[in-house]
């Protein structure tokens, strides 16, 4: 089953600072990539996917991503947080074997300090 | 958001005992989940349904059963709830697979 590993589990940055979360899946054929974000006490929601065409995927609150296909790599950027991205960040690749279902990587903590 | 709700939002349990968390949707979804959500683990898939009365097992099902008697409901049954079993568990949404998927609010769950 395709799988993602997430390398950073905790970051810590200062307001301002850019962020780069990386996230490697393992499968070498067709993926539909996910990122999702929860924010404390609360749900999982979707950030930005990539299905096929630009590699490069915008998503919500200034979040952006980069299908690189050569690096089985899908990380996550933005280039100046703010104190409200404090949370944890999810990747995620759709199982085809399992009702595409989500396998996600362990998480990542992101902490923005003012 | 996406018309999910999941009940109880909280519950405490003693070991042993049967619970069952229930997730509804509003949006006449085919595919429904259940995830558990444990620190340092992610998210993980315990079972899954592509339609009414058709249901598989995922990553972590041991331990757990499902049914679905209608589009939308989904039930996650504990038979003899372990302490292993406490945890969050997020019910989610999809309509296939160009769709994205949604989530609940989510179900804490201890069990002493």
């Known amino acids: 089953a395709q799988s993602v590993s997430q390398h950073n589990h905790h970051v810590i940055l200062s307001e301002a600072a850019s962020l780069e979360l990386g996230c490697n899946y393992s499968?070498?054929?067709?993926?539909?990539l996910f990122w999702y974000v929860q924010y404390p006490g609360q749900h999982l929601q979707l950030l930005l996917k990539?299905?096929?065409?630009?590699?490069l995927v915008k998503g919500i609150k200034g979040f952006e991503a980069e299908f690189i296909k050569s690096k089985f790599s899908f990380n996550l950027r933005k280039p100046s947080v703010q104190w409200s991205d404090t949370a944890e960040y999810f990747c995620a690749v759709r199982d085809s074997n399992s009702g595409y279902a989500l396998n996600f990587g362990k998480g990542t903590s992101l902490l923005v300090t003012p | 958001d996406a018309g999910i709700t999941q009940s109880p939002r909280h519950k405490v349990t003693e070991t042993g005992t049967p619970v069952t968390l229930r997730c509804h949707q509003t949006e006449n979804h085919r595919y429904m989940y259940w995830y558990r959500q444990d620190p340092g683990h992610g998210l993980r898939l315990i079972h899954y349904?592509?339609?009414?009365?058709?249901?598989d097992k995922g990553e972590v099902s041991d331990g757990y059963s499902v049914s679905r008697s209608k589009t939308e409901d989904f039930l996650l049954t504990l038979e003899s709830a372990t302490s292993s079993q406490t945890s969050v568990y997020f019910c989610?949404?999809?309509?296939?697979?160009?769709?994205?998927?949604?989530f609940g609010p989510g179900t804490r769950l201890t069990v002493l």
């Open positions: 499968y070498g054929g067709t993926v539909n």
């Open positions: 989610a949404i999809s309509g296939g697979l160009q769709d994205t998927q949604y």
């Open positions: 990539y299905f096929s065409g630009d590699p």
């Open positions: 349904s592509y339609g009414v009365k058709d249901t």
